[in-house]
């Protein structure tokens, strides 16, 4: 652009550049896009990492809709789960979702089905003679096993036996059965007040003999066995309850068990209990199908203290997604970290091109200015 100065004389100089500034407004933009609702995403996670059902709701808010609702509740129906069926069909009425009427009472009489009283008699006659329950009557069976020595007994000589044999050995349902038989004896000692620990026990072993307990988990209870149990007192448990009966193995069974290195372990059956307690027998054996580790069944109970029956649809939608990040720190700090380069990047550029636009038009009235004094000499 040219200047003319009072003298009439021409100076050239460069024109403040516009391009340049306008060009990376417009690129930090385009980025943008991408990185700050994700960078958001990231905050609201992080923010919610320690509160499970705050980060449930959150992945409802995201991905429970009417249609996912109609989908999950027909395949579940369809798959023969109508506890599945009726816990979607209660977090949609508790979001305010709506459900097809037809569908809700195809529901209904599906769990009416369930409960009538000869499939409970059937499932409760399973869960006592074989330990693996499919449902709550099918629990109460194995409960009352376990309970009263005979499941513990009945897994111990069974998985004993191939021990001493020599065949395939499931030394989970070993261990888990002898520390039942040791907190038996403190179920009756304390009235019941161990009776969620109790009961975890069992759901733990009925999840590990029907495979729904995930591999990270067996790991881990594996590792916590091995140190509870003192594998030479267990051989004479078991034989203990094949030639005393009962009253002898649980006496024998806690002298196998190291009392003082069962917290964990214990900690773990009572969250497990605790969540059978507020959301059923299915979503416990769900829980114990995705979690990890002691740590995320303790989340899996506070999430079912809040959602209660409603748990397994949760778990179902997310995973372990509904309890915990599966997105490591590092990835949601990244999209974090970009989103406010982005940001910073795009208000530096518009501010730059604002004062490069205001040079310009300071430029225009001073010349305009010079121009019109250059005019008034002439006249």
């Keep these: 652009m040219t200047k003319l100065p009072t003298d009439g004389r021409r100076t050239d100089r460069k024109a403040p550049q516009i391009g340049s500034p306008l060009g990376l407004a417009v690129l930090c933009a385009m980025i943008g896009l991408l990185t700050v609702p994700a960078g958001l995403e990231a905050e609201i996670l992080v923010s919610l990492q320690d509160d499970p059902p705050a980060l449930a ?6 991905s429970f809709d009417a249609p996912v609702a109609k989908r999950e509740i027909e395949s579940a129906l369809q798959a023969g789960d109508p506890d599945l069926a009726g816990s979607f069909l209660d977090l949609a009425r508790d979001r305010s979702v709506a459900v097809d009427p037809a ?5 209904e009489a599906a769990k009416a089905a369930s409960a009538s009283a000869r499939h409970a008699i059937g499932s409760f006659a399973q869960g006592l003679i074989t330990g693996e329950p499919s449902d709550m009557a099918g629990l109460a069976g194995t409960a009352v096993g376990d309970l009263f020595v005979f499941g513990d007994i009945r897994d111990a000589l069974r998985e004993g036996t191939r021990l001493a044999t ?12 002898c520390a039942g038989l040791a907190i038996t004896a403190g179920t009756y000692a304390t009235a019941g007040a161990a009776a969620p620990v109790r009961l975890g026990l069992s759901l733990a072993k009925a ?3 029907t495979g729904r307990m995930s ?7 594996g590792r916590s066995l091995r140190e509870v149990l003192d594998w030479g007192a267990l051989t004479r448990a078991i034989g203990g309850a094949t030639v005393t009966g009962p009253v002898i193995a649980v006496r024998a069974a806690r002298e196998a068990v190291k009392v003082e290195k069962t917290a964990e372990l214990f900690r773990l059956a009572g969250d497990v209990g605790r969540v059978q307690a507020k959301a059923g027998t299915q979503a416990a054996l769900d829980g114990l199908k995705i979690a990890e580790g002691p740590r995320d069944m303790s989340r899996m109970a506070k999430l079912a203290e809040k959602y209660g029956g409603k748990t397994r649809a949760v778990l179902k939608l997310g995973g372990r997604a509904a309890i915990m990040l599966t997105t490591g720190m590092f990835s949601l700090f990244s999209w974090m970290l970009a989103a406010i380069t982005t940001l910073f990047g795009f208000c530096a550029s518009c501010k730059r091109t604002a004062e490069r636009v205001t040079e310009r038009l300071i430029r225009r009235r001073k010349a305009r200015a010079a121009r019109r004094q250059l005019a008034l000499a002439a006249a």
């Design 57 to 62: 709701d959150h992945m409802l808010d995201l």
């Design 103 to 107: 569908l809700a009472g195809q529901v």
């Design 166 to 177: 020599g065949q395939p050995t499931d030394e989970l349902i070993l261990g888990l059965a």
């Design 207 to 209: 999840a590990r003999a």
């Design 215 to 221: 591999a990270r988990m067996a790991e881990w209870v």
